[in-house]
């Protein structure tokens, strides 16, 4: 999983170089959408595994709003301060002759921010059906 992010990670920077925007801040912006995306639809389909129902109903409302912060929040600095300069320059020497840089295009790489959201209703509709 941490070389799909890391990758996930390289490829942003690598656009948002393209496109004349800050890097570093563009990449985590990119990436931390995709990764609250990924918890949001986890917790709420595990939730849905372990209780039979979507949105946590046997937790308080504070419990929630906790959940609701780490999955919103803490993905942004948590990924900003994990690459650093010294990481950046780790990730470009080590996937600069990666295959998958030619076999899918920057268009493909972004649209994760479109997958993601649909097969997660895409499973939470299938699972609501066995309710």
């Not at 490829?11 to 990119?30: D, H, M, N, Q, W």
């Not at 919103?72 to 900003?80: A, D, N, R, S, T």
């Amino acid at each position: 999983m941490k070389k799909i992010i890391d990758y996930l990670f390289y490829r942003y920077y690598l656009i948002s170089i393209k496109k004349e925007e800050s890097p570093r801040f563009g990449a985590t912006c990119v990436l931390a959408e995709v990764v609250t995306m990924v918890y949001l639809f986890a917790v709420l389909i595990l939730s849905f595994l372990l209780t039979g129902d979507f949105f946590l109903p046997y937790t308080s409302g504070r419990t929630r709003i906790i959940i609701g912060i780490i999955g919103c929040f803490l993905p942004w600095p948590v990924i900003y301060l994990h690459y650093n300069k010294k990481r950046i320059n780790a990730l470009l020497e080590k996937y600069q002759n990666n295959r998958y840089n030619t076999k899918y295009s920057d268009k493909a790489v972004l649209s994760l921010s479109y997958i993601v959201p649909t097969v997660g209703l895409i499973l939470m509709l299938l699972l609501y059906q066995f309710r």
